[in-house]
């Protein structure tokens, strides 16, 4: 067998521990043999483990050095597939604080914070829209994320973390943003109120 073939079986190998196996010995094996491999995929494979919530798998990767801040054909980065996978709450909060220790290592929180995918969603913006969030918002507060979500030229109907939080009726994560002081009356144009939102779907108690 030629080194290009082999190559091309150690990948396959790779692609598959990580889209269907889950299996980090696999992945470490194959990548301490050769980290270039990372590059020959032409599958977002960190990517891929973060939305399945593989902690090993990611733990792996990086390891062996997957880019982190990489986008996906969405414009996604591997934070932003993290905090969409809701299935395993705790998975998702330990891949969260190992990427965002990788941020902060490489002084880019603040960029990260700032990325947009392809809809013009932040890292916020994300994690407010997935299943109990309100733990996972307060950690991003406490990386350098802004509560806050100025109206987008480009994206003019994307609404802010607030609003998206009012508009669940999410009780738990409206009071992490409001303790973050978090603009109250933000929204853009044709962009609906956070309290208006609230009051439209039953989440305002009067005494």
Request: hydrophobic share 40%; with cysteine.
């Given at each position: 067998m030629s080194s290009n073939d082999a190559d091309k079986e150690a990948l396959a190998i790779l692609t598959q521990a990580v889209l269907i196996d889950d299996d980090a010995e696999i992945v470490d094996a194959l990548l301490s043999d050769n980290r270039d491999l990372l590059a020959d995929s032409d599958?977002?494979?960190?990517?891929?483990?973060?939305?399945?919530?593989?902690?090993?798998?990611?733990?792996?990767?990086?390891?062996?050095?997957a880019d982190v801040l990489g986008c996906d054909a969405r414009f996604r980065r591997p934070i932003h597939c993290a905090l969409q996978q809701s299935r395993d709450p705790t998975a998702r909060e330990r891949i969260l604080s190992l990427l965002l220790a990788h941020h902060a290592q490489s002084n880019d929180l603040r960029r990260i914070m700032l990325a947009r995918?392809?809809?013009?969603?932040?890292?916020?913006?994300?994690?407010?829209?997935s299943r109990g969030s309100a733990?996972?918002?307060?950690?991003?507060?406490?990386?350098?994320?802004?509560?806050?979500?100025?109206?987008?030229a480009k994206f003019p109907q994307l609404r802010s973390p607030l609003v998206l939080a009012a508009m669940s009726g999410d009780a738990e994560t409206l009071n992490v943003l409001l303790a973050a002081k978090v603009y109250v009356n933000a929204s853009g144009a044709d962009q609906p109120v956070p309290l208006i939102c609230a009051a439209q779907n039953g989440w305002l108690v009067s005494d």
């Open positions: 599958q977002p494979l960190l990517h891929i483990a973060c939305s399945k919530g593989a902690l090993g798998v990611v733990t792996a990767l990086i390891r062996h050095g995918d392809k809809q013009g969603k932040t890292c916020m913006h994300v994690a407010v829209s733990s996972v918002v307060q950690t991003l507060l406490d990386h350098k994320a802004s509560p806050d979500d100025a109206p987008h």
